[in-house]
C-alpha cells in the first residue's frame, strides 16, 4: 500500500484504494454486468465529471455491444418547493425501450441518483440499473435498490481517480480518504 499523504489546496488525503484494488472491484463489477446483460445491447449512460475515468476503464471490460453516452446532469428545486427538476444534458440517444445501465462514480445521500431514476422513467426505458463504482450506506436515506456497487466504503470525504475536492485531485491513480 503506497503511504504517501497527498495534499489538496488545505486537506490532506491519506491512502485509501490502490491502482490494482480499483482494478479488481471493477473486473468483479464487469463479470456480474456481462453475465446478467448477455444478449443484450444495453446503453450505458455515465454521470459527468465524476465517473468519466471509471466509465472508460469498465466499458473496456464488458464483452456486449454498448452505447456509451456521457451526461451531465443538473438537480435543482423547481418552483413549488416540493418539486424536483432534473435536467440531463447531453443525452443525444432517445431510452425509450432501451436497457439502461447508469454508471456513477458515487451514491452517497442518494439524493441525485433518486432525481435522476426519476427523470429517466418519464423516457420509459425497458429496464434501468444503476451501477455505482463506491457506495456510502451508513449515508444513504433512499429505498431504491442500487443493483452493482463496487464497494461499501465509511462515511468519509474521498479523491481520486475521478473524484474531486474542489475541482483537483480526480487525476490521481488512486483514491484517496480525507486524513481526519
Ligand atoms: P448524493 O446525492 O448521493 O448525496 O451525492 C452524490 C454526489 O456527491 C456524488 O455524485 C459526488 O459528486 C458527491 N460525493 C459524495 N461523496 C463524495 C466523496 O466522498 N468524494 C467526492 N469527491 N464526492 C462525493
Ligand atoms: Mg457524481
Sequence with gaps: METEIVKIKDKEFKPYLTPAQ??????????????DYAGKNP?????????????????????F??????????SYAGTESTQNVCELIGLQ??????????IEDIVDTGVTMSHLLERLRKDQPRSLAICSLL??????????TIDYIGKS??????????FDY????????????LKD
Excluded at 482494478?23 to 456480474?32: Q, V
Excluded at 446503453?43 to 464483452?63: P, T, Y
Excluded at 455491444?65 to 443538473?74: A, E, Q, T
Excluded at 457506495?135 to 431504491?144: Q, R, S, W
Design 22 to 35: 480499483i482494478n479488481d472491484i471493477i473486473e468483479d463489477l464487469a463479470r456480474r454486468i456481462n453475465r
Design 43 to 63: 446503453l450505458l449512460v455515465a454521470i459527468l465529471n465524476g465517473a468519466f475515468i471509471f466509465a472508460a476503464d469498465l466499458v473496456k471490460k464488458l464483452s
Design 65 to 74: 455491444p454498448c452505447r456509451i453516452s456521457l451526461i451531465k446532469v443538473s
Design 93 to 102: 440517444e432517445s431510452i425509450k425501450d432501451e436497457d439502461v445501465i447508469i
Design 135 to 144: 457506495f456510502k450506506p451508513e449515508k444513504f436515506t433512499k429505498d431504491y
Design 153 to 162: 466504503i465509511p462515511n468519509e470525504f474521498v479523491v481520486g481517480y475521478g
Design 166 to 177: 474542489d475541482g483537483y485531485g480526480r487525476n490521481l491513480p488512486g483514491i484517496y480518504q
